[in-house]
């Protein structure tokens, strides 16, 4: 069984800034990917970065130059700094990865989410 747990939501003032933290735990063979999604109310949920092991991280285009995305692969950790928050960054914030693990036959591949950590932009 995979787990993706976060940690560091909360309420923050414009320009402020957050940090969010997931790790993942369980039977992990490799990790692929991890990154970070958001959905606030009323919209779908979008890309916010993406950090494939080995890879180049990519950012949504709203987040460059304000967001950063790190990993520690011996911790098997995805982190999003996040700074120059703005009111519209206001959304739930979802850890992701794709990771291989065994099962009862042998190995696959899947996506596996964390519960979502709210984070709040406002005055």
Known sequence: QVQLVESGGGLVQPGGSLRLSCTASGSILSIFTMGWYRQAPGKERELVATAPTGG???????????????????KNTVTLQMNS??????????????????TSTGFRNSAYWGQGTQVTVSS
């Open 56 to 74: 180049t991280t990519r950012y949504a285009d709203f987040v460059k130059g304000r967001f950063t995305i790190s990993r520690d692969i011996t």
């Open 85 to 102: 928050l703005k009111p519209e960054d206001t959304a739930v914030y979802y850890c992701y990865a794709t990771i291989m693990a065994p």
